[in-house]
């Protein structure tokens, strides 16, 4: 299951526009059990998840270029961007931001499904796109974010109205696509669902 919804990220990117800037936010790769609160924030890849994040750098390198890539600051979040930057053979330097952490999200992501595709944006999903949408290249190239269920799950789930609970929490390696269409358009791409929105 897991493998096929990164799979079919990594498909969607050739259904974007092209030569326009787009941006991948997505959940790290496969990691250790967590087993209680002392290791929610320590819990690392495994031997598997790496190899899985750079598989995935490798078939996205054969897609688009990747522009900046940025992580929550969380290890396995940090070390995924790490191995598909590598598996993309990508120059880019990963670099950590606070935004990306669950704690900017966690309110939207606890007021879902009732706050899903409410008017005006919360202040939280307002300050994700900020970052995620700062392009700052124009050649097409793809921005990589690398966070946590909860974040790419509150994204998803309030743009989209779409379950992302239960059976439908986000995968590891699965993300959704976010890219401009104009100055204040912005369009969203989760799970086969295209949706568009002003950014006010």
């Not at 950590?96 to 309110?107: A, G, I, K, T």
């Amino acid at each position: 299951m897991e493998q096929d919804l990164a799979a079919h990220t990594l498909a969607a990117l050739q259904h974007l526009p092209a030569g326009r800037p787009a941006a991948l936010i997505m959940r790290h790769s496969q990691r250790q059990a967590i087993t209680g609160m002392d290791n929610v924030y320590t819990a690392l890849l495994t031997g598997a998840g790496v190899e899985q994040a750079r598989k995935f750098g490798q078939k996205l390198a054969a897609l688009r270029p990747l522009g900046r890539i940025i992580s929550s600051p969380v290890s396995r979040c940090v070390d995924t961007a790490v191995a598909i930057a590598a598996g993309a053979g990508s120059p880019s330097l990963v670099r950590v931001d606070d935004r990306l952490s669950h704690f900017l999200m966690e309110q939207v992501w606890d007021g879902l499904p009732e706050i899903a595709q409410t008017s005006p944006l919360p202040p939280q999903v307002s300050i994700l796109l900020g970052l995620v949408l700062d392009h700052r290249q124009s050649d097409g190239a793809l921005d990589l974010f690398v966070t946590h269920d909860s974040v790419v799950g509150a994204l998803a789930g309030f743009l989209t109205g779409l379950p992302v609970e239960g059976s439908a929490w986000p995968q590891f390696l699965e993300g959704m696509y976010l890219w401009k269409d104009g100055d204040r358009h912005i369009c969203a791409w989760w799970r086969g669902m295209t949706v568009s929105f002003d950014a006010d």
